[in-house]
């Protein structure tokens, strides 16, 4: 059960409350190579742009109470900037490391399972998520692909490269709307809403060509 997501402002709270905890030996890592970007990357989040979406993949009524998906977000976020490709071991890291603790925003790290729910969650592999799926006489299809995608604990997903990003990019770019007969809808939607969205936002009208302005702008989500 899920009522509400923490906002940016949250985090930033959180981030300038908590940084009394840190040592420091820790505010001169937060100041130097991949923590301070890692810093600036999670500072950029508006995770209150998917609000909407995050709750969908929720039951508003029954259920144990659930930790904040926007925790899952940026420990995944983090973990791929930190380049780990383990969920193991990168759990393994944050919750002996205060200061990834500090940027993940909570002293309290998730435990690998609960990440891999997350995960199993957003793929469309919990229940909850049958409503954002077509009806459709392709529905069956998907939900083949939904079942096939579910990560056992250990499992990888597949890699993808620069390129099959840059084509992401492009496609929600062009305000195309989100391909409802893909087991990835939910996280494509997350991409476009906490990614793509805040670039296009950010540049003025007149100026949303791409790739030729795009390509210029530094986004820190992406």
């Not at 059960?1 to 985090?11: A, F, G, P, T, V």
């Not at 981030?15 to 100041?31: Q, V």
């Not at 193991?88 to 690998?112: H, M």
């Not at 909850?128 to 995608?149: C, D, G, T």
């Amino acid at each position: 059960m899920l009522r509400h997501i923490s906002k940016r402002q949250d985090y930033l709270s959180f981030k300038e409350s908590g940084k009394e905890k840190l040592s420091a030996s820790d505010l001169l890592r937060l100041e130097s190579g991949k923590y301070k970007s890692a810093s600036n990357k999670m500072d950029s989040l508006e995770p209150e742009r998917a609000e909407e979406l995050l709750l969908s993949c929720y039951s508003q009524v029954t259920g144990r109470p659930a930790n904040d998906p926007t925790i899952y977000i940026r420990s995944f976020l983090l973990m791929l900037h930190m380049s780990y490709t383990s969920v193991d071991e990168w759990i393994s890291a944050a919750r002996s490391d205060i200061l990834l603790q500090y940027l993940v925003g909570t002293w309290e790290i998730p435990p690998v399972a609960c990440h891999y729910d997350f995960i199993n969650r957003i793929t469309g592999a919990d229940p909850h998520l049958n409503e954002l799926y077509p009806k459709s006489k392709n529905f069956r299809e998907v939900k083949a692909q939904i079942k096939a995608a579910k990560l056992k604990k250990g499992e990888k997903w597949e890699n993808f490269d620069d390129d099959d990003t840059q084509k992401l990019k492009k496609k929600y770019w062009d305000d195309a709307s989100c391909d409802s007969e893909r087991w990835t809808l939910v996280l494509e939607r997350l991409f476009d809403l906490l990614a793509v969205s805040v670039i296009r936002d950010f540049i003025p009208h007149q100026k949303k060509d791409y790739p030729s302005h795009y390509q210029k702008v530094r986004c820190s989500l992406i």
